[in-house]
């Protein structure tokens, strides 16, 4: 079973930030948090990971609270091409573990 | 230049057939997976293989083998047909040991009449 939990939906006005929360609260010591997203029927894209220290990429930027219990991403000026299933994962970092993805959210860009 | 090509994209076959899916990716990647997408969306792991060992089987029908003829591929055999496969199913690589992500392919979509 995945080890996290989102909610099944969230919208999102165009060029306003699309904030996705996402509960860990088992998460151990040495697991990390990844995100990735899936576009309709392609295949999954990776966006971003972290340990406890926020993160920024190009795509996106990753929160993580204090307690690693939960984690938000954020998409800082939502398009349309951002509507997609995101996953929110944690995996340990250094071995070939199971990645389980859980159900998602399915983040909805209104113009 | 795609990282992680699968073919055929879509596959449609009748029941108790046996049929092949191909992937190969050219990140230099040491582990491959295999996942399948059901009908709901859901994502589930079948199979990883790094430096040609099997070392994670979710405990999928015996009919579905992968088979890595070299670290850049693996390929997904499936016996004897059920409607139950029909589904996408998911290619993909990381390079474990350095925490990278997941790279996917684009999927084959398999229909089982």
């Known amino acids: 079973d995945a080890k996290t939990t989102q909610p099944p939906s969230m919208d999102c006005a165009e060029g306003r930030a699309a904030n996705l929360p996402c509960n860990h609260s088992?998460?151990?010591?040495?697991?990390?948090v990844y995100w990735y997203r899936q576009i309709h029927s392609q295949g999954p894209q990776y966006i971003i990971h972290?340990?406890?220290n926020n993160e920024t990429n190009e795509m996106a930027s990753l929160i993580i609270t204090e307690d690693r219990k939960s984690s938000t991403l954020i998409l800082p000026h939502a398009t349309l091409r951002d509507t997609a299933v995101y996953y929110c994962?944690?995996?340990?970092?250094?071995?070939?573990?199971?990645?389980?993805f859980g159900s998602g959210t399915r983040l909805s860009i209104r113009p | 230049d795609t990282a992680v090509s699968q073919t055929p994209k879509y596959l449609v076959t009748q029941m108790g057939n046996d049929k092949s899916i191909k992937c190969e990716q050219n990140?230099?990647?040491?582990?491959m997976y295999w996942y399948k997408q059901d009908s709901k969306k859901f994502l589930k792991i079948m199979f990883s293989?790094?430096?040609?060992?099997?070392?994670i089987n979710e405990t999928v029908p015996n009919r579905f083998s992968p088979k890595s003829p070299d670290k850049a591929h693996l390929n997904l055999h499936i016996n004897s047909l059920e409607l139950g496969d029909s589904a996408v199913y998911f290619c993909?690589?990381?390079?474990?040991?350095?925490?990278?992500?997941?790279?996917f392919g684009n999927g084959t979509r398999l229909t089982v009449t």
């Open positions: 993909a690589s990381s390079q474990d040991g350095e925490g990278s992500p997941l790279h």
């Open positions: 088992t998460i151990s010591g040495n697991e990390y």
């Open positions: 972290g340990l406890k």
């Open positions: 994962i944690v995996r340990l970092y250094s071995s070939a573990s199971k990645i389980i």
């Open positions: 990140l230099g990647h040491d582990t």
């Open positions: 293989y790094n430096n040609k060992e099997l070392i």
